[in-house]
């Protein structure tokens, strides 16, 4: 059986509150917080757990990723 895991929380990143590129969208911002975070898109409206990386643009709009998609900013 598995072990339960809170959904929502904080992880700790190296590049929190730095400069990051998220590839996937090429744009660049702050790294705010990586998060656990329960989200819908399974059959049957069942949720899963995924990990999410905010990121706030210079603009002041904020998006989310996954973390692996961040890098430091050039």
Same mark, same amino acid.
């Given at each position: 059986m %598995?072990?339960? /895991? %809170?959904?929502?929380? @904080?992880? @700790?990143? !190296?590049l929190?509150? #730095?400069?990051? $590129? %998220?590839? !996937?969208s090429? #744009?660049? *911002?702050?790294?705010?917080a990586?998060v656990? @975070?329960? /989200?819908? *898109?399974?059959? *049957?409206? #069942?949720r899963r757990?995924?990990?999410?990386? =905010?990121i706030?643009? %210079?603009?002041?709009? @904020? =998006? $989310? ?5 961040i890098? !430091?900013? !050039?």
């Amino acid at each position: 059986m %598995d072990t339960p /895991v %809170d959904p929502y929380c @904080e992880l @700790e990143h !190296a590049l929190l509150s #730095q400069r990051v $590129t %998220d590839i !996937a969208s090429g #744009q660049s *911002g702050i790294l705010t917080a990586v998060v656990r @975070e329960a /989200v819908a *898109g399974r059959p *049957g409206g #069942q949720r899963r757990v995924v990990k999410l990386a =905010w990121i706030r643009g %210079d603009n002041g709009i @904020e =998006w $989310t990723t996954s973390p692996d998609n961040i890098v !430091a900013a !050039a």
